[in-house]
Structures are given as C-alpha cells and as structure tokens.
C-alpha cells in the first residue's frame, strides 16, 4: 500500500533532549516535506527536499534540523526540543517539487515537550 | 508562508444540505488544492484545480476558482455525517513550489 509512515504516533519528552522524528515512504517520491499544525495557526512548513541531498528551510525552520540521505527517508531532527515546538507534526510526499501534484501525509507525531 | 484563507471557519449542517466552503489568496497562482483532514489524522488529498482552470468535479466536490478574485469555493453536495471533518485550501505560488495552507474550514454534518 502507497504510505507516508510516520514514527512515532506520540512522544512526550522534556527539554534539552534530542530527538529524531522518522518519515518514510514507499512512492518514489522526490519531494518531501514536514509541517507543524498549532491550533489557529494551521499547517506551517518546516523544512523540505525536492530530492535527495537537497534540503531547504520552509517558513518555521528554527529549532529544527533534517537531511535526505536516500530518496524514501526524510527525518526531523529537534536538538534541543522546548516547549514551543510541541505541536502535532506532518511529513508529505509528492511526486513533484513543483507543487504539481497532490501532498500525500502521514498521519501525524504528536509531540509534546514539557 | 500562509497565504489560502478558508471562510467560514465553522460550519454546522444537516445531512443532505449542501456545504460550502471558500478560500481567499493574496498572490498569483499556479494552482489550488484542497485537503480534508478528519480530527486529529493526516490531510488528504481532494482536488486541484490549476490557474487557467474555472471548473472543477469530483463525485460530490465542485471547485470553483476565480483567478481575479483571487478565490475559491468547494462545494459539497448531499452532505453526510462522514464530511465531518477540517477542510483546507491551500495554494502554489508561481514564484514558488511550497503549498501554502489557509487555516481551515471546520465542517459538522449532522444526522
């Protein structure tokens, strides 16, 4: 079955504590992507790849690190994780980075930093 | 940035009405999206309809875009309980390829 699988579904951690969120999917996609969704604030980009290697800053990159190692995995990397980056977060794929093409998502990580 | 602004915000109807929703933007297009997302899950995917497109149908879903207006509206026929969910316009920019998502239609369709 086509899917963004995201890992995991829940986290609570605290401050300071390094963490990685994993994305992966198997279309083939090039394009990949995480957003953070905040209540009254929508869906916001944090980083996205049009390939692999390839890796640039979308509107809220701050506190946020990611990289794209091979084509399926796109990972996001919290240092130093505060309390303002708990939210509930969304990586998507498209076949194109031209914004072309429909997003497909995960079903979301719902962070929280305490 | 966020540049889709979706109208009303919230939305209550009955089973069988129809619901429609709309989508303010700011800056020319390449084209528009709309997603839906049921509470608390991953968006999915509805339709997209392109800049030089006015018209758009898929099963019970009608898009409309209206490029100098800079709006859109999706329209939901003979609603059930199972559209109860967040829907989201979202749009690309022609200077850019990054979706850029308004913050949502909030619909509950009721027996």
């Known amino acids: 079955e086509a899917q963004v699988t995201q890992n995991p579904r829940y986290l609570i951690t605290v401050t300071g504590k390094k963490l990685t969120v994993t994305c992966s999917q198997n279309?083939?996609?090039?394009?990949m992507s995480w957003y953070r969704q905040d209540p009254g604030l929508g869906l916001r980009q944090i980083y996205y790849?049009?390939?692999?290697?390839?890796?640039d800053k979308g509107d809220v990159p701050e506190g946020y690190k990611v990289s794209r190692k091979e084509k399926r995995n796109f990972p996001l990397i919290l240092e130093s994780p505060s309390p303002n980056q708990t939210s509930l977060y969304f990586c998507?794929?498209?076949?194109?980075?031209?914004?072309?093409?429909?997003?497909?998502f995960g079903n979301g990580t719902r962070l929280t930093v305490t | 940035s966020q540049q889709g602004e979706e109208d009303p915000q919230a939305l209550s109807i009955q089973e069988g009405e129809n619901a429609t929703m709309n989508c303010s933007y700011k800056?020319?297009?390449?084209?528009l999206q709309w997603y839906r997302q049921n509470s608390g899950r991953g968006l999915v995917h509805l339709i997209l309809?392109?800049?030089?497109?006015r018209e758009k149908h898929s099963g019970r879903l009608r898009v409309t875009l209206d490029t100098s207006k800079k709006s859109s509206s999706l329209l939901i026929t003979a609603s059930r309980a199972a559209d109860t969910a967040s829907y989201f316009c979202?749009?690309?920019?022609?200077?850019?390829?990054?979706?850029?998502f308004g913050k949502g239609t909030s619909l509950l369709v009721t027996p």
């Open positions: 998507a794929s498209s076949p194109g980075g031209t914004g072309d093409s429909p997003l497909h």
């Open positions: 979202a749009t690309v920019p022609n200077s850019g390829y990054a979706l850029n």
């Open positions: 309809i392109r800049s030089n497109e």
């Open positions: 279309m083939n996609h090039e394009y």
């Open positions: 800056t020319s297009i390449n084209n």
């Open positions: 790849s049009m390939n692999v290697e390839v890796t």
